[in-house]
């Protein structure tokens, strides 16, 4: 039993982390309906910034996670006015593209100015565990779950209360009627791309905390991971990407605890697969009216 | 223009297809034989094998206006399909591959015809995702199904070997050749308009009496039995077989192909898939830089050219005769439209 | 509408382009060719001798690939300062394959339109076996300094050994065996658990022979559990093996795993001494010496054993040598190296079928005293090399006995 509870702990922290990932993934998706594949890729450069801050100018974690999140967010805002601006009337397939494009520059750039062996990045805090009746519950974890759930929290309230959240809103309703209304599509988009970036900074630096390597096609996997989470809970959901996320890091620490880690992959898949042709827009998504 | 275009009645039309294909083979065998070096005809190869990918994906992308990232999985399929049948056949060599090429084909469009029609019944990006997935349940159980097997068929990681390396240049030309044609015919029927149809509006399409599940279906299917017969090819040129090549990247770079190409264009595919796979050997002098001026590439051509590098234009050697016949090829066109020909 | 190129302008340049390419190309090839010409002249009348050398050099494999390619290109022109191969010089020709099979290829393909009379490569196990079938059709004297799977000298299949494949690295499931007397008799273990990545073949024959030679010695093995290439979760089955309290965990995989695995370990509070074999090499950049007390690996090669070999590499390319790939990398080129002294002894013609064959021979009945250890070749062309235990001081690896 101590080790069913051990593994719950394990896939809940790693649940967390596809869901903060996937909720950055969400925000983009609803607002421009892209894929943005480099989503991924910012959290690479994002575990890369944490190591140079920590490593090379020997400064402290907390530095290293304002560097992180702040780079992450200027990177994706700057993706977003250089690679994504122009294409914004053109095919959305030729926006993936671009995307995709976007993905490889930093994978390929990170491997040429870091090399393709793996870095180590410093502990942000000392690792420690704490016991729950006889369960053992690293710290990591705690920090992991505590800081997702409240990003959530936050970014709900961001896109429900707020100005900027309505014109968000607005905006991924309908970009033409939201000009019309005097919204800044623009500045909305960039805001969107922001916060999106910012969650994958702290996703970055959460992800270091549980698997404190660096490697350039890091991001690459953990973004699809995202993605399918996403998907899952039905995408452009903040609560979805949530479940969504929880649900996936769950279901592949279980798959592994009876013994088929070889396979988790394709479970993974599969409880994907099957939920969309149950429920085509994923646990929460909302049904879209064909228009004729 | 009052008086009639004069037109080209079809038995010449394929006739001078005919032609313009033998007069290619003739001209690329004489390369092949005389000019080219060993390492040039083993890229030669490989441009073949990825222009039948190109071009079958373009159906399901370009013409069905679906966008699947599972294509590498089709390819697997007709790959270990193609693979095992050569290796264990006890037939001549020429025999057994032709009937394992056409048994990579078949199934992998029975693969197709399964993923397709639960994947269609979605669109956009969720069918995209169901693709993906798929391709990567596909890889996955290549990798991991000798271990319920409970014997060695597939090798998984491991490696399957010993394939009989029966792809050369002729057949996989041949290859190429009866898979753009097969095309051709295909986009040119009935059949075919009603993909285009089902492309440009479903709803229309589907109150004008075309049956949409099927022909989406049915291109879908077409799309994934070429991607077989390029994991034939592939699986007899490289002699080896392993599952991590079938992987999402594989697909990612298949799709590139496609849109730089030009969605909905075969000749498109053809040269994007031709320059693609050239330009990674060309460019070897400029070494690690390479990757990055590749996705520099991919990045800047989709920005200023969004619609890929020959839009949705396609060569007709008939159209370009009949212009000359008519006296139009050098007068300006008034309007820079798309012809979807 | 007006920003986007238009099509015909687009084409127009595009053939240029192409044009410029073809061109290049045809430059190019006519050049390799007349390169390819010169070079069997200037064999005939011995200025050089041309070994390949493939790898991975970018791409997520290539941190293996780079290793190895540096150490072999720093042993050849070692041999080249040295004066070469009975006064010929070796010319040294190095591609990148990206770890793709079809790369590997035709890259091959190239070498030897260029002329090549043996090849180090290839590193990961996928390329290494496409280059070996394609490498049978020329004989071509092949050493690959890393790619474990035993299929890639041995057709078990068909019970044939590729008669021109060597390999430089262990697959030596031996390692399994020697850790698990270690265990047993020396730091007295009795449950013992195993960690292992499913599909390699180094991977799971050490696990497998450690399992077995453990539980001959009379311990109990409590827990096994593997993972796929690319994992980077390991706490699932650290967990798994955590609850089943092991004394220690055999862990017989690359460092970089390794050091996630550590990591995680400590992070749930395993934190039992591991085990390893030789691809914990280069592993002290990634773990804490908290997380390697006690541990004990088994290598034929360390960092530290020649000073020689390190401010070598060093001097040759700015760094510390990254990992134990370096090493093998160099023992390969040594052993290529070896076979072509042979042939040159023979009086043979370099890049002739005979002088291959020449090669080959002298390889598989060779003694070779290379970097990690000296070692000859069994029936199976796979190395057979003498092994030392490996300790953790401070989070330093250091000798501690020949066992």
């Known amino acids: ?292 | 223009m009052n008086t009639k275009r004069k037109t080209l009645k079809m038995p010449v039309r394929y006739l001078m297809n005919a032609v313009l294909v033998a007069l290619l083979f003739v001209g690329l065998s004489y390369l092949t034989q005389n000019v080219l070096s060993t390492y040039q005809n083993k890229v030669l190869l490989t441009v073949g094998i990825n222009i039948i990918l190109a071009v079958s994906l373009n159906v399901a992308t370009g013409y069905l206006g679906q966008l699947p990232l599972g294509h590498a999985g089709f390819m697997a399929v007709g790959a270990y399909t193609c693979a095992l049948f050569t290796k264990y056949c006890p037939l001549p060599g020429g025999i057994s591959f032709a009937l394992g090429l056409a048994l990579a084909c078949v199934v992998a469009g029975l693969f197709g015809v399964l993923i397709g029609i639960p994947a269609l019944r979605l669109t956009g990006d969720y069918l995209a995702i169901l693709t993906l997935g798929f391709g990567e349940i596909i890889r996955i159980t290549l990798n991991n199904i000798d271990d319920v097997l409970g014997f060695k068929l597939f090798y998984g990681a491991k490696g399957l070997k010993n394939i009989p390396k029966y792809s050369n240049y002729w057949n996989v030309f041949l290859c190429v050749v009866i898979t753009c044609f097969a095309i051709h015919a295909m986009m040119k029927s009935r059949h075919g308009r009603a993909v285009l149809a089902i492309r440009d509006n479903e709803i229309a399409a589907e109150s004008c009496g075309i049956q949409t599940t099927y022909y989406k279906v049915m291109a879908f299917a077409f799309s994934a039995a070429f991607a077989g017969l390029a994991g034939g090819l592939y699986a007899c040129y490289l002699g080896v077989l392993d599952p991590s090549t079938f992987g999402f990247m594989k697909s990612i770079e298949i799709l590139v192909m496609v849109v730089l190409g030009g969605m909905g264009s075969m000749l498109g595919s053809i040269l994007s898939a031709t320059v693609l796979t050239i330009l990674p050997e060309a460019t070897r002098s400029f070494e690690s830089y390479r990757m990055v001026v590749y996705s520099l590439v991919l990045i800047l051509m989709m920005i200023f050219r969004p619609g890929g590098l020959l839009g949705s234009y396609d060569f007709s050697m008939s159209r370009i005769v009949e212009k000359i016949m008519n006296g139009e090829l050098f007068r300006k066109k008034e309007k820079e439209g798309e012809d979807h020909e | 509408m007006k920003k986007m190129i238009t099509r015909r302008n687009f084409l127009a340049a595009a053939g240029v382009v192409a044009a410029a390419g073809v061109l290049t190309a045809c430059g190019g090839s006519s050049s390799s060719a007349a390169a390819s010409g010169a070079a069997s002249g200037a064999a005939a009348s011995g200025d050089t001798i041309k070994v390949g050398v493939l790898g991975p050099l970018t791409g997520d494999v290539s941190v293996y690939g780079q290793a190895v390619v540096n150490g072999a290109t720093l042993r050849l022109k070692q041999a080249n300062e040295e004066g070469g191969i009975n006064g010929k010089q070796i010319e040294i020709i190095s591609m990148d394959e990206q770890g793709d099979p079809t790369q590997a290829v035709t890259c091959f393909t190239k070498m030897c339109d260029q002329g090549i009379t043996a090849l180090v490569g290839d590193v990961t196990t996928a390329p290494t076996l496409a280059v070996a079938a394609e490498s049978a059709d020329y004989n071509m004297p092949m050493v690959t300094a890393s790619a474990t799977a035993e299929s890639v000298t041995y057709d078990a299949e068909t019970d044939t050994v590729n008669g021109n494949v060597f390999r430089a690295t262990f697959t030596d499931p031996f390692q399994g065996v020697k850790m698990a007397d270690y265990a047993c008799q020396k730091l007295g273990y009795t449950k013992a658990a195993v960690i292992f990545k499913k599909g390699a073949d180094y991977n799971e024959g050490l696990a497998e022979n450690f399992v077995k030679e453990f539980e001959a010695q009379g311990g109990t093995i409590v827990d096994q559990e593997s993972y796929s290439d690319g994992d980077v979760d390991f706490k699932t089955q650290l967990t798994s093996i955590l609850g089943k309290g092991p004394e220690t965990v055999f862990c017989p995989n690359y460092y970089q795993e390794v050091g996630q695995i550590l990591a995680q370990a400590e992070s749930i509070g395993l934190t039992v001494p591991f085990l390893g074999g030789d691809g914990w090499d280069g592993l002290e950049g990634y773990a804490t010496a908290e997380q390697l007390k006690d541990s004990y690996f088994c290598a034929n090669y360390a960092k530290g054993a020649s000073a020689d070999f390190e401010s070598a590499y060093k001097a040759e390319y700015g760094e510390d040598y990254p990992n134990g790939f370096a090493p093998l990398g160099y023992d390969a080129a040594t052993t290529v190296l070896y076979g072509i002294q042979a042939a040159e002894d023979a009086g043979l013609e370099a890049g002739s079928d005979e002088y291959k064959q020449a090669v080959i021979d002298a390889i598989a009945g060779g003694t070779i005293e290379g970097l990690t250890g000296t070692f000859t070749f069994d029936e199976h062309h796979d190395p057979v090399k003498s092994t030392a235990i490996l300790t953790y001081i401070d989070g330093k690896p250091e000798l501690k006995e020949m066992f």
């Open chain 1, 1 to 292: 039993m101590t080790v069913f509870f051990s593994q719950l702990i394990n896939g809940l922290s790693l649940g967390s982390i596809y869901a903060l990932i996937a909720l950055g993934y969400s925000m983009v998706y609803g607002i421009i309906l892209l894929l943005n594949f480099a989503h991924g890729d910012i959290i690479m450069v994002g575990a890369y910034m944490s190591w140079f801050v920590m490593n090379q100018l020997g400064l402290g974690p907390v530095t290293a996670v304002c560097a992180t999140i702040i780079v992450c967010t200027l990177l994706g805002v700057v993706i977003e006015k250089i690679a994504y601006t122009p294409l914004r009337s053109a095919p959305r397939i030729s926006l993936l593209i671009t995307a995709i494009g976007v993905s490889f520059f930093l994978e390929y750039t990170a491997e040429l100015i870091m090399g393709s062996g793996a870095k180590v990045i410093p502990a942000y805090f000392a690792p420690k565990t704490f016991y729950v009746g006889k369960v053992p519950v690293g710290l990591t974890s705690i920090i992991t779950l505590v800081v997702t759930v409240l990003s959530m929290l936050v970014l709900t309230f961001l896109v429900q209360k707020t100005k900027l959240g309505k014109a968000m809103r607005a905006v991924s309703e309908d970009m033409d009627a939201a000009r019309l209304m005097g919204i800044n599509v623009n500045s909305t988009i960039s805001f969107t791309f922001a916060v999106g970036s910012a969650l994958a900074g702290i996703g970055a630096v959460l992800y270091c905390c549980s698997y404190p390597q660096a490697t350039p096609t890091m991001g690459s996997m953990l973004g699809l991971k995202a993605f399918v989470a996403a998907v899952l809970g039905g995408i452009g959901s903040m609560p979805g990407a949530m479940i969504g996320g929880i649900a996936i890091g769950l279901c592949e620490c279980f798959v592994s605890a009876i013994g088929l880690s070889a396979w988790k992959d394709a479970v993974t898949f599969a409880i994907l697969i099957i939920v969309l042709l149950v429920k085509p827009t994923g646990f929460l998504g909302r049904q879209v009216q064909e228009k004729v």
